[in-house]
């Protein structure tokens, strides 16, 4: 029996000194809450003598136990070089924005050669891929990544369309930089230290559809160009199945952008002007820790994660704002920046000046089978409402939300993954009405 863990692959608010504190406050708070946990990690035995002994397996190590009468025995595993395929489905009741079912289709690469590493996830219309070049601890980066969903995109207003705020629009950028890459604890292939620095450049386009209401006027294609500064740290141990076990990590993206050829573009009675659009800084920053339970066994682990995001100069519109989106919970070290919400339609939901927080309880039913129960507040997410007389205006108002989710991962056939998750919206998604959604993804590595 063969059940090893896969690689998972896979808008008009400006600065606000409260928010912008508020934010730093929960980020730092969040920052002790996490260190002091994972340097707290060490447990009291349990009573039980099964429980007081019993060990997780990790990722990319050999394991061995006897399950069922039968002898199972995982030989180790090389991380540092994946192929793995996921595909699956969302399913929303009520539909979100039009939507009732929508396909789940992702190739992921990570290979490390000797001097040089490449990262890539391939999803047809959205890609990303990252290489870099190392001399000893400095590196030499480039990344290349498109968003062309070549469909029309609406907002949602009460878990509806909104069909006059139809548009299709897309971008494609490329970023050249350096940085350094500095291993830390626990020294498995994800640990390190990252800090990074880009010039990037692409194309924006937009253009209206046959719905597209009359008030709309959209902004012109235009190039744009800017820096990007990232930084990264992952100390987190993983189990078997790229779950995060303990330790933590953290990082932070900074975003300047200058759109070569901008005008005002407005929604209805609602006019994002030039001057405040064409040029804006963007701020993120995440935190995710794993700590075991006092008193407990390795089985119960708590995670957290926190995300966060101000704009300090400019205003964000619909296609510079953040966005979050549902999926499954980011495990992969590259992939932790993605700002979650459960039972959201993929990196689709546009917000700005926001902090989301999950707190996870997880229990490890069989070394290869995990129950995750998860609460996650989203607090001052700016999003779209379409409220105006004339039906359609778009401006980010500030929305508080909660999601309840309750998910299982497991080993399946052939060195694959299942993952399952039901999730209850209140009412951030569907502006005001609740929902639910039900995801299914299935990874296979190669």
Known sequence: MKLPGTGSKHVGQGYSPQRTGAFLAVLVAAVILFVTSSRASVQAPSTHPEEATHHTPLAG??????????????????????????????????????????????LYVRHR????????????????????RSMGKLQLLGH???????????????????????????????????????????????????????YQGGYFYDKRTDDTGAHVVLPPDTFFQGLRARA???????????????????????????????????????????????????????????????????????????????????????????????????????????????????NDFPVSDYVVGTVEYRYEILFFLYLHLRATLAWGANRPDYTDSDGLRLKLDSADGRAYSIGLTTGFFQDSQLYLEYAYDDKLLRNGTSGSSIMLLWSKSF
């Open 113 to 132: 050669w000797d001097k040089w590493w490449a990262r890539s996830v391939v999803g047809v219309f959205v890609n990303e891929v990252d290489v870099a």
């Open 232 to 346: 990264r740290y992952d100390g987190l141990r993983r189990n078997i199945m790229e779950l995060p076990h303990e330790g933590w990590a953290s990082g932070g993206d900074l975003e300047l952008t200058f759109r070569d050829t901008w005008s005002d573009s407005a929604f209805g009675s609602h006019v994002y002007r030039k001057s405040d659009t064409e040029t804006y800084l963007k701020l993120s920053g995440y935190l995710i820790g794993a700590a075991g339970i006092p008193w407990l066994s390795e089985r119960h682990r708590f995670v957290g994660y926190l995300h966060g995001g101000v704009t300090p100069m400019g205003k964000l519109d619909r296609f510079s704002a953040f966005r979050a989106g549902g999926g499954p919970f980011p495990n992969e070290t590259d992939d932790l920046y993605r700002l979650p919400y459960p039972g959201a339609l993929l």
């Open 144 to 198: 290349l990544e498109n968003n062309t969903v070549p469909f029309a995109d609406t907002t949602v207003e009460k878990g509806e369309e909104v069909k006059s705020s139809s548009v299709i629009w897309g971008s494609v950028s490329g970023w050249l930089g350096a940085g350094v890459r500095i291993p830390m604890g626990p020294f498995q292939a994800d640990n390190d230290l990252r800090l990074q620095l880009f």
């Open 61 to 106: 190590e050999a394991y061995s136990t006897a399950m069922f009468g039968k002898n199972v025995s995982i030989p180790a595993r090389d991380r540092e070089n994946i192929l793995s395929l996921t595909l699956g489905a969302n399913f929303y009741t009520p539909g979100v924005g039009g939507n009732n079912a929508l396909p789940i289709a992702a």
